[in-house]
């Protein structure tokens, strides 16, 4: 499903007989606009025509095979497997501003973790906008589990603390935390949200375990002024990139690890609850020129 992650980069290639210095300075460009930051793009690029100069490197589609590899193995550190609880229940916060896809990332963790045996609890905090906790009900319904909400504007610490509450008592295996993410009262989202996680921490013992931050592919280096935002308020453990069916823009994904040293925790592939995967560096290179 991942396809066309880097359509420009392939382009690029495409009609080329030879690795010369016009390839180079494309795929650097194409690189650049895929949304790889400008001082990896030069770095990488530098990397093959250094591997070229010296023979090691004499076609294109070595070129392009390389360039895979060189992909593959600077991911391959942000992969990370998702954090169990050493005490039940499990709590995932979910956080990240509006329309990134926080609510269908929820309802696509609670289907894999009920198709996994667990018992899982929704957490409608994000009390800010009617249709959240509805949006929520819906998928709840939907895949089949338990949800706490409370009435639009209600006090989503008090609604945080309520499910965990529910979730010990009804021995639920997880709980997942849906968070508003209006941005236009930053400091106070901020705020709220800080709050959240230690109304969580002091019914846990714990902090949440997973402080997840939800990205779309599709937004560029905003993705990446907003996930500064976040860590400095809230320590993430992870980040899930959602949108990456059709974007062209893929390489945020590396800007983004490089630049913040956070694991890429799942990866969000469509609007369907089945969806999500646990993201692989090897399976995002092999997908970059995907057609
Ligand atoms: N194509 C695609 N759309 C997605 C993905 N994840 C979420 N969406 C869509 O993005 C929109 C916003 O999602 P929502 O979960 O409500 O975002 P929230 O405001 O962060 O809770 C909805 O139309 C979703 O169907 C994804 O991985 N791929
Ligand atoms: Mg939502």
Known sequence: MLKGLFKRVAAVFTGRAVIDDDLLDDLEAALIQADVSAGLAVRLVEELRDQAERGKLTT??????????????????????????????????IL??????????IAKLAYRHKQMGQKVMLVAADTF???????LKVWADRVGVDIVAQKIGADPGAVTFDGVKAAQARGSNLVIVDTAGRLHTKVNLMAEVEKMGRVIERELGRPADER?????????QNAL?????????????????????????????????????????????????????????????EQMFAE
């Open 60 to 93: 294109p589609d070595q070129l392009r095979q390389a360039l895979q590899d060189k992909v593959a193995e600077l991911l391959q550190p942000f992969e990370a497997p998702l954090v169990k609880g050493k005490e039940r229940p499990t709590v995932f916060l």
């Open 96 to 105: 990240g501003v509006n329309g990134v896809g926080k609510t269908t990332t």
């Open 129 to 135: 906008r009617a249709a959240a906790a509805e949006q």
């Open 212 to 220: 997840l931050l939800v990205l779309d592919a599709t937004i560029g």
């Open 225 to 285: 002024l907003q996930a500064r935002v976040f860590h400095e308020s809230l320590d993430l453990t992870g980040l899930v990139i959602t949108k990456l069916d059709g974007t062209a823009k893929a390489g945020i994904v590396l800007t983004i690890t490089q630049e913040l040293g956070l694991p890429i925790k799942l990866v969000g592939l469509g609007e369907k609850m089945t969806d999500l995967e646990v993201f692989s560096a090897q399976r995002f290179a």
